[in-house]
């Protein structure tokens, strides 16, 4: 059926997408997940939970519905992250996958609770503007339902600061570490790879400078937009 094959070839692309994770070691032990949606059929397809790298198979990625029932009876758990999946695939349309890690510059920004700003170049071409971190979870929303809610505040982050999911394909959850998105989940890896790498160079650049300031929105403008939208020039045509 063409249904199993579209749906084999998601396990197969998300199933080579985490095994990118430990590879560029944005994870370490069975940390982080990759998962993809495919809207017309109405399925996410995402890592198995606590399940190890080195031995996963591409028949062992997880297979729900849109709120998170599994659809293979043989099928392993998938991962606890789900829910919070399912709340930014639901809320944000354009978003086709999606990446969580505990990549460690990433998670040493979330840890402080603060935004992360634009400093360089590096930054702009993939971030146009400042990644957003989300405010801290109560107590009441991590008890009552923590993958969820941590769905809803990152949602609630972007509403309220009205910034585009794909213009910044990423946030950083207070006291818990990044997720990024994408059109397809290797773009979505790599702006996970992005993500920590910048927070590092955002990092030593306080080190050395500890006034120093965000980049002109010109500059920003520049490097964004010569690989976005339209008028994007950068690397070779199709």
């Not at 997408?17 to 996410?44: C, D, F, H, M």
């Not at 400078?209 to 500059?219: E, R």
Request: hydrophobic residues 35%; glycine residues 6%.
């Amino acid at each position: 059926m063409e249904r199993n094959k579209k749906i084999n070839e998601m396990k197969k692309r998300v199933y080579d997408a985490n095994l990118l994770l430990p590879q560029l070691e944005l994870v370490k032990l069975t940390w982080g997940n990759v998962s993809e949606i495919n809207r017309e059929l109405g399925v996410v397809v995402i890592k198995p939970s606590g399940v190890d790298y080195a031995v996963m198979e591409p028949d062992q990625m997880v297979v729900t519905d849109l709120e998170g029932n599994c659809l293979e009876e043989e099928g392993l758990n998938p991962s606890s992250d789900l829910a919070t999946h399912i709340i930014l695939y639901k809320e944000m349309s354009e978003i086709n996958s999606i990446v969580h890690t505990h990549s460690t510059n990433a998670v040493m920004w979330a840890q402080t609770g603060r935004n992360l700003p634009a400093y360089g170049t590096t930054h702009a071409d993939t971030f146009y503007g400042t990644v957003p971190c989300t405010r801290q979870l109560t107590e009441n929303e991590i008890n009552s339902a923590y993958e969820r809610n941590t769905g809803k505040v990152i949602v609630e982050t972007f509403t309220k600061r009205n910034i585009s999911p794909m213009a910044v394909p990423a946030v950083l959850v207070n006291g818990h570490g990044p997720f990024t998105w994408g059109d397809n989940p290797k773009k979505a890896v790599e702006n996970s790879l992005i993500l920590d790498e910048v927070c590092k160079m955002a990092r030593e650049t306080e080190m050395i400078n500890t006034h120093v300031d965000t980049i002109p929105k010109y500059l920003l403008d520049k490097h964004y937009f010569r690989k976005h939208g339209k008028a994007a020039y950068y690397g070779q045509k199709n």
